[in-house]
């Protein structure tokens, strides 16, 4: 009996594994119908539509978002009866300083019961730095005039100034948290306990929750609040190849990433990555474990900060010729500290191979080991460490904060005006106690972030000063603090405004190469008058007397009126000799040995009648675009609204021009070339080789000779393929005047370029290569079809960075004698008590004589 029923619960559980679906359904029904009556009141009780959270990317959690600066938003989000087919689109945000609104959108498609992302990039204008706490989206079918749901989208504000260090790890990500309490991450002046720390602090780190998906934005252009990713035994395969393809754009323009070494690093998986080409160092699988007694060079080097002591309370003395110098870097450095490992744990070092072109920091001053290697990629730098910042010894090392301030981070020392200028330094928060994102940050869009005005041509002038330092020289003078409340005025790096240099004088050519004249206020006045004139006295007159009817003067007021309407149409009216035309100006800025491109667009529509357009660019997901402000918006203007459109087509909808007026707009994309510009160097020989596809006209060649001169190198025209020889010769050769034809003059613009190089120590050894192509990029599809366009396109090319500045030059290291101003050199000084000389002092690995890699293009301190 107990073998039978067995066999029968056998063969009815085998049967069960066996129903459907609706099988197993019926059979619930009837075994627990209760179940089945909460599920379907649940089901009846689901609200069609569910939104779940919505992220800012890099954050998992944290909606942090900086004004002017474009960011991506992703919701997760579900529909719960039917397939549905719409759009998400967000409450309209007022454009700075125009009579004008964007609603930002995307294609919403939802399948049934199956939980999406949508992503949507994003730009907020605010003029105060504040960032609304709500953001609301809507989400609707195309044409609808009410929304099926909406989600408030909740966000935080990033000041100006600060910026995100992004922690890439798979192991250690909590042991990062003791970084934000370091002083290398909050100003000096700041109270640790103070309820404002986190708004003023200058960097917020980014640590993610879950490592193996990590809310990377795979849209290059919302990369500008990442100062440095630390990258920390994480493996690549994780990100998406749109990932890592905007990583990769984002460190060129300026990004720094820095990978750390010790024991069990991940060096090996990086150099068959796409971060293979751009190392600086090899690692050659061998590591070196430190003693107490080892570390001793290191732990002289990075002395603990110490914004509280004084000289006078130094623990050990202090030389007299070292005393000046303590005075005026405020005592912030206290008497080296050593760093003691565990009796069994030792501080593993990795033993690194520099490659051709790279620069090393060395471990300490009697060390044979090297602490790190780096090199250039763009205007950014890759940083190998040979330890790992977070061994449990070092995280017990005070001296950590300063290594990781000088090293990992580069971040300059907070210095006064007087003492800068006593010593040639440049900085922007001199007297202020503050440090701005232009400090902390290399990150650089020339069409955003270049602030020199033109110059006439010239290009052996000093670099004029810009608007934020003159507002920083007035704030100098007044020597007060800076707080939040003011940070807000200085431009952060990146910001997207239409008041910087480059989209002013964009739209001072546009405007001329029109044609189009607006009256002067002394023709407005006349009319003014003179209908003034007619309306009362002489309408009242003739009727009064010539036509004997007073009472008809009421009624010629309207006829009055409408001819002079009609009057002054035909006195303003001017034949374009056609309907509609577009005028251009692009600015395609590259870097040495880097295929891919960023692509400015500054363009003005004319109408002769009221038109929408819709600008589209259907080749490229990258691209974004914005009306660009006219400068001419009075108050009580009528507020127009138009619509970017980032997916499933980005586009700019609904763009409307105004009768015989010119509408502008600014659009920027990531674009790849036919092949790099690049800058070969084969002992005396030195060439340009141009292998982009385009015809660059009129090159010159731009090259910093220090103190804000430049020398100029005509080098002609560059086909397609071909390459210009660089002559070096001592006297500068004036660039020539070149000729654009109808259409924008690209005199103007190309002076600009030509005489705007930084003189920060990161931008110290640059050479730029300045030339123009008769043709705008194509891409940009306008509708309805222009009958007549005309542009041209300015050439940027960044051919070559200078070397990492050294950690322990004069603005990193406020201690430092004997090292110039740009931190390349080798310091002199012996160590003293509480600091070292040698901290940053780096050799450059021997360069090859041609450039292999894209990464061995950036020479180390070579000069033409």
């Given at each position: 009996?107990?073998?039978?029923?067995?066999?029968?619960?056998?063969?009815?559980?085998?049967?069960?594994?066996?129903?459907?679906?609706?099988?197993?359904?019926?059979?619930?029904?009837?075994?627990?119908?209760?179940?089945?009556?909460?599920?379907?009141?649940?089901?009846?009780n689901?609200?069609?539509?569910?939104?779940?959270?919505?992220?800012?990317?890099?954050?998992?959690?944290?909606?942090?978002?900086?004004?002017?600066?474009?960011?991506?938003?992703?919701?997760?989000?579900?529909?719960?009866?039917?397939?549905?087919?719409?759009?998400?689109?967000?409450?309209p945000?007022?454009?700075?300083?125009?009579?004008?609104?964007?609603?930002?959108?995307?294609?919403?498609?939802?399948?049934?019961?199956?939980?999406?992302?949508?992503?949507?990039q994003?730009?907020?204008?605010?003029?105060?730095?504040?960032?609304?706490?709500?953001?609301g989206?809507?989400l609707?079918?195309?044409?609808?005039?009410?929304?099926?749901?909406?989600?408030?989208?909740?966000?935080?504000?990033?000041?100006?100034?600060?910026?995100?260090?992004?922690?890439?790890?798979?192991?250690?990500?909590?042991?990062?948290?003791?970084?934000n309490?370091?002083s290398?991450?909050?100003?000096?002046?700041?109270?640790?306990?103070?309820?404002?720390?986190?708004?003023l602090?200058?960097?917020?780190?980014?640590l993610?929750?879950?490592?193996?998906?990590?809310?990377?934005?795979?849209?290059?252009?919302?990369?500008?609040?990442?100062?440095h990713?630390i990258?920390?035994?994480?493996?690549?395969?994780?990100m998406?190849?749109?990932?890592?393809?905007?990583?990769?754009?984002?460190?060129?323009?300026?990004g720094?990433?820095?990978?750390?070494?010790?024991?069990?690093?991940?060096f090996?998986?990086?150099?068959d990555?796409?971060?293979?080409?751009?190392?600086?160092?090899?690692?050659?699988?061998?590591?070196?474990?430190?003693?107490?007694?080892?570390?001793?060079?290191?732990?002289?080097?990075?002395?603990?900060?110490?914004?509280?002591?004084?000289?006078?309370?130094?623990?050990?003395?202090?030389?007299?010729?070292?005393?000046?110098?303590?005075?005026?870097?405020?005592?912030?450095?206290?008497?080296?500290?050593?760093?003691?490992?565990?009796?069994?744990?030792p501080?593993?070092?990795?033993?690194?191979?520099?490659?051709?072109?790279?620069?090393?920091?060395?471990?300490?001053?009697?060390?044979?080991?090297?602490?790190?290697?780096?090199?250039?990629?763009?205007?950014g730098?890759?940083?190998?460490?040979?330890?790992?910042p977070?061994?449990?010894a070092?995280?017990?090392?005070?001296?950590?904060?300063?290594?990781?301030?000088?090293?990992?981070?580069?971040?300059?020392?907070?210095?006064?005006?007087?003492?800068?200028?006593?010593?040639?330094?440049?900085?922007s928060?001199?007297?202020r106690?503050?440090?701005?994102?232009?400090?902390?940050?290399?990150y650089?869009?020339?069409?955003?972030?270049?602030?020199?005005?033109?110059?006439?041509g010239?290009?052996?002038?000093?670099?004029?000063?810009?608007?934020?330092?003159?507002?920083l020289?007035?704030?100098?003078?007044?020597?007060e603090?800076?707080?939040?409340s003011?940070?807000?005025?200085?431009?952060?790096?990146?910001?997207?405004?239409?008041?910087?240099?480059?989209?002013?004088?964009?739209?001072?050519?546009?405007?001329?190469a029109?044609?189009?004249t607006?009256?002067?206020?002394?023709?407005?006045?006349?009319?003014?008058?003179?209908?003034?004139?007619?309306?009362?006295?002489?309408?009242?007159?003739?009727?009064?007397f010539?036509?004997?009817?007073?009472?008809?003067?009421?009624?010629?007021?309207?006829?009055?009126a409408?001819?002079?309407?009609?009057?002054?149409?035909?006195m303003?009216?001017?034949?374009?000799?056609?309907?509609?035309?577009?005028?251009?100006?692009d600015?395609?800025?590259?870097?040495?040995?880097?295929?891919?491109?960023?692509?400015?667009?500054?363009?003005?529509?004319?109408?002769?009648?009221?038109?929408?357009?819709?600008?589209?660019y259907?080749?490229?997901?990258s691209?974004?675009?914005?009306?660009?402000?006219?400068?001419?918006?009075?108050?009580?203007e009528?507020?127009?609204?138009?619509?970017?459109?980032?997916s499933?087509?980005?586009a700019?909808?609904?763009f409307?021009?105004?009768?015989?007026?010119?509408?502008?707009?600014?659009?920027?994309?990531?674009?790849?070339?036919?092949?790099?510009?690049?800058?070969?160097?084969?002992?005396?020989?030195?060439?340009?080789?141009?292998d982009?596809?385009?015809?660059?006209?009129?090159a010159?060649l731009?090259?910093?000779?220090?103190?804000?001169?430049?020398?100029?190198?005509?080098?002609?025209?560059?086909?397609?393929?071909?390459?210009?020889?660089?002559?070096?010769?001592?006297?500068?050769?004036?660039?020539?005047r070149?000729?654009?034809g109808?259409?924008?003059?690209a005199n103007?613009?190309?002076?600009?370029l030509?005489?705007?190089?930084g003189?920060?120590?990161?931008?110290?050894?640059?050479?730029?290569?300045?030339?123009?192509?008769n043709?705008?990029?194509?891409?940009?599809?306008?509708?309805?079809?222009?009958?007549?366009?005309?542009?041209?396109?300015?050439?940027?090319?960044?051919?070559?960075?200078?070397?990492?500045?050294?950690?322990?030059?004069k603005?990193?290291?406020?201690?430092?004698?004997?090292?110039?101003a740009?931190?390349?050199?080798?310091?002199?000084?012996?160590p003293?008590?509480?600091r070292?000389?040698?901290?940053?002092?780096?050799?450059?690995?021997?360069?090859?004589?041609?450039?292999?890699?894209?990464?061995?293009?950036?020479r180390?301190?070579?000069?033409?």
């Amino acid at each position: 009996m107990l073998l039978a029923g067995s066999l029968l619960l056998l063969s009815s559980g085998q049967a069960q594994a066996q129903l459907t679906a609706t099988e197993e359904e019926r059979l619930q029904i009837l075994t627990d119908p209760d179940a089945i009556r909460k599920k379907l009141e649940k089901e009846r009780n689901r609200p069609a539509f569910e939104f779940f959270r919505s992220q800012v990317a890099p954050f998992d959690i944290l909606p942090y978002v900086k004004p002017n600066h474009w960011f991506t938003l992703t919701f997760e989000l579900r529909a719960n009866d039917d397939n549905y087919d719409g759009i998400l689109q967000t409450e309209p945000a007022k454009l700075l300083g125009m009579p004008h609104e964007i609603y930002f959108r995307r294609d919403g498609r939802l399948i049934k019961e199956q939980r999406a992302r949508r992503a949507m990039q994003i730009m907020i204008p605010d003029a105060n730095g504040v960032i609304p706490k709500q953001l609301g989206v809507d989400l609707l079918r195309a044409g609808a005039l009410r929304p099926d749901t909406t989600w408030p989208a909740t966000l935080s504000t990033l000041p100006p100034h600060q910026m995100l260090v992004l922690i890439l790890s798979k192991d250690s990500t909590s042991k990062f948290a003791a970084w934000n309490k370091m002083s290398a991450t909050l100003p000096g002046s700041v109270e640790r306990d103070g309820g404002d720390l986190e708004k003023l602090r200058y960097y917020r780190l980014v640590l993610p929750i879950e490592p193996d998906s990590v809310s990377l934005s795979s849209h290059p252009l919302t990369w500008t609040t990442i100062s440095h990713v630390i990258w920390d035994n994480y493996s690549p395969d994780i990100m998406s190849v749109t990932q890592q393809q905007a990583m990769l754009d984002w460190l060129h323009w300026g990004g720094q990433i820095v990978l750390c070494g010790g024991a069990g690093q991940t060096f090996s998986v990086l150099r068959d990555s796409f971060l293979g080409p751009f190392l600086p160092a090899e690692a050659s699988g061998e590591t070196v474990p430190l003693s107490e007694e080892t570390l001793g060079p290191l732990s002289q080097s990075y002395p603990p900060p110490n914004y509280s002591s004084s000289v006078e309370n130094q623990s050990q003395p202090v030389p007299a010729q070292r005393r000046s110098a303590l005075r005026r870097g405020s005592s912030r450095y206290r008497a080296a500290v050593p760093i003691r490992p565990g009796a069994k744990r030792p501080v593993y070092l990795t033993v690194l191979k520099a490659k051709p072109g790279a620069s090393t920091v060395p471990l300490g001053e009697a060390s044979p080991h090297v602490l790190a290697v780096e090199s250039r990629v763009g205007r950014g730098r890759i940083t190998m460490l040979a330890l790992n910042p977070n061994e449990e010894a070092l995280l017990a090392w005070p001296g950590l904060d300063t290594l990781i301030r000088r090293v990992v981070l580069r971040r300059p020392e907070e210095t006064s005006s007087e003492w800068a200028s006593s010593e040639g330094l440049t900085s922007s928060s001199a007297g202020r106690g503050r440090l701005l994102s232009q400090d902390l940050s290399w990150y650089r869009i020339t069409s955003r972030d270049l602030a020199t005005p033109p110059v006439d041509g010239a290009t052996d002038k000093p670099e004029p000063k810009t608007k934020v330092a003159a507002q920083l020289a007035v704030a100098d003078a007044a020597a007060e603090p800076a707080g939040e409340s003011d940070l807000h005025q200085f431009p952060a790096v990146g910001d997207w405004r239409d008041s910087a240099t480059l989209p002013r004088l964009s739209r001072d050519l546009l405007e001329e190469a029109s044609g189009i004249t607006i009256p002067s206020s002394q023709f407005v006045m006349k009319v003014i008058l003179a209908y003034l004139l007619a309306v009362v006295p002489l309408n009242w007159l003739i009727c009064r007397f010539v036509i004997n009817r007073r009472e008809w003067a009421w009624i010629v007021v309207p006829v009055v009126a409408l001819c002079f309407a009609v009057g002054v149409e035909r006195m303003a009216a001017h034949d374009m000799g056609y309907d509609t035309a577009a005028d251009e100006i692009d600015l395609l800025e590259v870097h040495g040995d880097y295929q891919r491109a960023h692509l400015t667009r500054l363009v003005s529509l004319y109408t002769s009648g009221r038109s929408s357009f819709a600008v589209s660019y259907p080749d490229d997901p990258s691209a974004l675009a914005l009306p660009l402000d006219n400068g001419r918006s009075i108050r009580g203007e009528e507020i127009s609204s138009s619509i970017w459109q980032s997916s499933p087509v980005p586009a700019l909808l609904n763009f409307t021009v105004q009768p015989r007026s010119l509408a502008l707009f600014r659009a920027e994309q990531m674009l790849a070339l036919g092949g790099v510009i690049r800058l070969q160097e084969e002992g005396e020989k030195r060439q340009v080789f141009n292998d982009s596809g385009l015809e660059l006209r009129d090159a010159v060649l731009i090259e910093a000779t220090g103190q804000g001169k430049t020398r100029t190198r005509p080098l002609g025209t560059i086909k397609p393929g071909a390459s210009a020889e660089i002559v070096a010769k001592a006297e500068d050769q004036p660039a020539p005047r070149v000729d654009s034809g109808p259409g924008p003059d690209a005199n103007p613009f190309l002076d600009v370029l030509r005489a705007a190089l930084g003189d920060r120590e990161e931008d110290q050894g640059e050479l730029r290569l300045v030339a123009w192509v008769n043709s705008t990029v194509r891409g940009q599809v306008i509708e309805p079809v222009i009958d007549r366009k005309r542009g041209f396109t300015a050439v940027l090319v960044h051919l070559r960075s200078g070397a990492p500045p050294s950690p322990d030059g004069k603005r990193y290291n406020l201690l430092a004698e004997g090292s110039p101003a740009s931190g390349q050199a080798e310091s002199k000084s012996k160590p003293a008590a509480g600091r070292s000389g040698n901290a940053g002092r780096r050799q450059s690995a021997p360069a090859s004589s041609k450039n292999a890699t894209p990464a061995k293009g950036m020479r180390a301190g070579s000069s033409l």
